[in-house]
C-alpha cells in the first residue's frame, strides 16, 4: 500500500504505523497528532468545496455584441430581453443624475434604443433621443423612464416607449422631480423638491387617488424602489443629523402608506452619496419574475458587500450579508445570488451562503429576463463601450456518491 492510500485511508494513524511498514516506497516519519489533525481537516474542507460544486450554477455564455455608454448608469434592459438603452455622449454629472440644486442640464449627451435580435444575431441600433435627458434604471414591458432637467431649474419625468421610441410625459410642473421608479399597477413613485428648497420630499401616483406625499421633515427622502413581492415600497431616509436609515412601508394606498413602517440604521455621519453609493448598480425593472420572499438587496456602505434586508421578517433589525466585496447582486432562475465581485461573477447558494462558486472570471453585471433563449444578459462595461454577453443556465445533477 503506497503511502498516498494511507493518508487517504479513515484508520490514517494505524496505517501509519502498520500498513505502511511494508511499502516498497523510502520510509516516512509517522504523523503526530496536530498533523494528523490537519489532514483530516485540509479532506473535510475539499469534500465541502465538492459539495458546492454539485448542483450550483453553470453558466453557458456567449457574445452578442458591445453598445456605446458615457460610463454613467448602466445600460438598462427590458425585462423580456429584447430591447436595451444606454447613454452616450457626454456624461452628466452625478449631481445632475440626482436632480441636486445646481445641478446643469446634460447638454451633449444622448439615449440610445438597442434591438437584441432573435438567436446569436447580434444587436441593430433602433433609435436615438438627441434631447438633454438622464437615463434612470426604472423600466417594464413598455418602456423605461427618463428624466429632463429644464434651463429654469425644474425637472420632468418621462416614459420612452421601447419600440416606437416615443416620450410621454408622466410627470411635468414647475418642481424638481426625480429618482422615478415604475411600482404594480402602473404606480409611479419619485423624490421631488420645490426649485428653492433643498430637501426631498417622497411622491407616489395612485391612478385612482391622485399623488400622496410624504414630506421631507427634517430630512429627506432618497431612491425609493417598488417590491417585486407585494405592493411595498422602501426609500432611504436621510435625517438632518446624517443618520442613513432604510425604510419600507405598505404602498397599496395613501392610508397604507400613512400607516407603520419598518426601518434599519444603514450608517451615522452619511449623507446623499452613502444612499447613492448603495444604489449605484442596482436595476428596478417591472415585468420579471415575483421575488419568493420580501426582500430589499443593497450595497452596504459599511459592509462594503452586499446584503439583503427582510423587513417583514422575524430578523428585520438586521441585514443578511452576502459574499465579501460583492457590488452588485441579482437572483438566478433559483432563487439563489449572482454576484458581481472584483474577481469575476460568483454564484452563492441562499440556503447556504458559504456555498459561493465562481461562474465568470470577468467581474460582469448579470441582468435577469424573461426570454427562456437567454434569461441572463452579462453586461461588462469598459471606458467607453459594454460588451453584451447572452448566458443560460447549466446546473448539474447533485453525484449519487
Not at 307 to 326: E, K, Q, Y
Request: aromatic share 6%; with cysteine; charged share 20%.
Amino acid at each position: 500500500m503506497s503511502t498516498q492510500a494511507c493518508i487517504a485511508s479513515v484508520g490514517l494513524s494505524i496505517c501509519l504505523l502498520a500498513a505502511c511498514s511494508e511499502s516498497t516506497w523510502p520510509k516516512r516519519q509517522p504523523l503526530n497528532a496536530s498533523q494528523v489533525n490537519a489532514l483530516n481537516e485540509i479532506a473535510a474542507q475539499q469534500q465541502l468545496m465538492n459539495d458546492a460544486s454539485r448542483g450550483s450554477f453553470k453558466g453557458e455564455a456567449w457574445s452578442i455584441g458591445s453598445l456605446p455608454w458615457n460610463a454613467t448608469i448602466l445600460p438598462l434592459v427590458s425585462p423580456d430581453g429584447q430591447w436595451i438603452a444606454t447613454s452616450s455622449g457626454k456624461s452628466p454629472s452625478n449631481a445632475a443624475r440626482m436632480g441636486l440644486p445646481g445641478a446643469t442640464p446634460p447638454i451633449g449627451s444622448r439615449i440610445e434604443i438597442w434591438e437584441l435580435l432573435t438567436g446569436y444575431s447580434g444587436l441593430r441600433e433602433h433609435a436615438v433621443l438627441e434631447l438633454p435627458l438622464v437615463l434612470t434604471d426604472a423600466a417594464d414591458n413598455e418602456g423605461f423612464l427618463v428624466e429632463a432637467p429644464q434651463a429654469n431649474g425644474t425637472r420632468w419625468i418621462g416614459k420612452v416607449d421601447w419600440r416606437t421610441s416615443e416620450l410621454t410625459w408622466l410627470v411635468k410642473n414647475d418642481a424638481v422631480n426625480t429618482m422615478p421608479v415604475i411600482g404594480p399597477r402602473g404606480r409611479l413613485a419619485w423624490c421631488t423638491r420645490e426649485r428653492n428648497e433643498k430637501r426631498f420630499a417622497l411622491a407616489v401616483q395612485f391612478s385612482e387617488s391622485g399623488i400622496f406625499e410624504i414630506p421631507a421633515n427634517k430630512g429627506e427622502w432618497l431612491l425609493p424602489m417598488w417590491s417585486l413581492h407585494s405592493t411595498r415600497l422602501s426609500a432611504w431616509r436621510l435625517g438632518d443629523g446624517g443618520v442613513l436609515t432604510l425604510v419600507s412601508m405598505d404602498g397599496d394606498s395613501p392610508e397604507t402608506m400613512a400607516g407603520p413602517a419598518s426601518q434599519i440604521l444603514i450608517m451615522s455621519g452619511a449623507n446623499r452619496w452613502d444612499a447613492f453609493k448603495a444604489t449605484a448598480n442596482r436595476t428596478t425593472v417591472r415585468g420579471l419574475p415575483s421575488q419568493l420572499v420580501e426582500q430589499i438587496i443593497f450595497y452596504h456602505p459599511i459592509e462594503q458587500r452586499m446584503v439583503v434586508w427582510m423587513p417583514t421578517g422575524i430578523n428585520s433589525d438586521r441585514v443578511v450579508p452576502l459574499a465579501p466585496n460583492s457590488i452588485d447582486a441579482v437572483h438566478d432562475d433559483q432563487g439563489d445570488f449572482l454576484l458581481t465581485m472584483p474577481g469575476g461573477l460568483h454564484w452563492q447558494g441562499k440556503n447556504d451562503l458559504r456555498n459561493v462558486v465562481r461562474v465568470d472570471h470577468v467581474p460582469v453585471f448579470a441582468r435577469g429576463t424573461t426570454d427562456p433563449m437567454r434569461p441572463f444578459l452579462l453586461l461588462d462595461p469598459g471606458s467607453n463601450v459594454v460588451r453584451i454577453r447572452g448566458m443560460r443556465p447549466r446546473r448539474e445533477a447533485p453525484s449519487d456518491q
